[in-house]
T-cell receptor
Framework: TQLLEQSPQFLSIQEGENLTVYCNSS?????LQWYRQEPGEGPVLLVT?????EVKKLKRLTFQFGDARKDSSLHITAAQPGDTGLYLC???????????FGTGTRLQVFP | DTGVSQNPRHKITKRGQNVTFRCDPI?????LYWYRQTLGQGPEFLTY????????KSRLLSDRFSAERPKGSFSTLEIQRTEQGDSAMYLC???????????FGPGTRLTVL
């Protein structure tokens, strides 16, 4: 069974702080997607990474896919209250088209 | 560009009743997925269609659950004889054959009383 574990589960920080969320697995994935989800809404795609070692930047967000394609990280610089939400990583497996989702990291940024 | 849409957004039903949800994918996407998400958890895969063919079903999809995509466009997910444990957010996503990236709809929140 493929599992993706995210850490930390909860993160509560002040506006302006930096943070990193980790997504780890013992399995290799063909791609890794990061989503942000607001309460009562569906996940909204932030980024897809497909190459081992790949780094993508989206304004203050930096995403990295591990060299072995088993792990990923999301780094937010100078967090803002608008970054508050549930961050989900999801891996695309080689032998199926479904996504395997991580356990989620709930981020709260206080002004 | 129209995203994935789901109806209804909320459904409250009594235990034992049948419910049906609808998903309209992004128009050029041939793949459609259903996931279920319970409070505090990430979404869990239920089933997947490529065009009108249902290619994969999770063990989570008991015989009370059935999904269809008759013309390869919209899809329906029906739950028969609902149980309180069916209460969850039901999410639909779509993708094109060219990419792994899945785009999600807003979800249908089901509450079984």
């Amino acid at each position: 069974t493929q599992l993706l574990e995210q850490s930390p589960q909860f993160l509560s920080i002040q506006e302006g702080e930096n943070l990193t969320v980790y997504c780890n697995s013992s399995s290799v994935f063909s791609s890794l997607q990061w989503y942000r989800q607001e309460p009562g809404e569906g996940p909204v795609l932030l980024v897809t990474v497909v190459t081992g070692g790949e780094v993508k930047k989206l304004k203050r967000l930096t995403f990295q896919f591990g060299d072995a394609r088993k792990d990923s990280s999301l780094h937010i610089t100078a967090a803002q209250p608008g970054d508050t939400g549930l961050y989900l990583c999801a891996g695309g497996a080689y032998n199926t088209d479904k996504l395997i989702f991580g356990t989620g990291t709930r981020l709260q940024v206080f002004p | 560009d129209t995203g994935v849409s789901q109806n209804p957004r909320h459904k409250i039903t009594k235990r034992g009743q049948n419910v049906t949800f609808r998903c309209d994918p992004i128009s050029e996407h041939n793949r459609l997925y259903w996931y279920r998400q319970t409070l505090g958890q990430g979404p869990e895969f239920l089933t997947y269609f490529q065009n009108e063919a249902q290619l994969e079903k999770s063990r989570l999809l008991s015989d009370r659950f059935s999904a269809e995509r008759p013309k390869g466009s919209f899809s329906t997910l029906e739950i028969q004889r609902t149980e309180q444990g069916d209460s969850a957010m039901y999410l639909c996503a779509s993708s094109s054959y060219q990419t792994d990236t899945q785009y999600f709809g807003p979800g249908t929140r089901l509450t079984v009383l």
